[in-house]
């Protein structure tokens, strides 16, 4: 298990470092699900965050001056780089953002997939104190869609971590246990694909 003081510390490091150069980066995943419900949950294995697709070199950048490097096993994308430090393991998603919709880069369970979301599910001001560090968060209801993206087979090892943070998210969002509206909003993007979802970074639905 990574301890997770040395997480918390890296995630103030990567946002101290990301104020100081302007970059636009928000922390989604088991601590931003922690942050947004206010109560402490399973132990984090690792740091998950979104940056714009059009930042992700300046992001590259920030994270190897901060001694961590692109850890690469064949099958990476380039739409999610995953990087290491030690036992510090940080993913970034990319986001395509709109007026009105954020299409975020998921992993759907068999590749890479996208997921569109409302724009105010990634909010420009920083609002969880970590510590005395300001850190920008997903909305609870970002990361349900994120949650939601993903069907995971009973047997797989992540199911049961999933099945608990969609779980926790209904409750916070007060939501019935059936949301099939958001289940519905959260398909891969392919089927958004006819109707012009977030194809680029310009591009609004």
Known sequence: MVD???????????????SETGLRVWLTGGWAIQAQIQQPQRNQEDID?????????????LLEELGYELFKDGRESPLRPEFRLGEVKVQAASLRVGAQWVCMSVPDCGGNGWLRC??????????WNLKGRRVRCATPMALLYSKLS???????????????????????????EEVDIY???????????????????????
């Open 183 to 205: 289940a519905s909003a959260a398909k891969p993007i392919t089927e958004f694909e006819s109707s012009g979802c977030c194809p680029s970074s310009e591009s609004e639905s």
């Open 49 to 61: 965050l979104a940056v714009e697709e059009g930042d992700l070199r300046r992001y590259k950048l």
């Open 4 to 18: 997770q003081e040395l997480l918390i510390r890296e995630i103030r490091r990567i946002f101290a470092k990301a």
């Open 150 to 176: 993903c069907e995971l087979d009973q047997g797989h090892w992540k199911y049961e971590q999933y099945k608990q943070d969609r779980e926790h998210l209904i409750a916070h969002l007060g939501l019935r």
């Open 118 to 127: 409302p724009r105010e599910g990634f909010p420009d001001s920083n609002d």
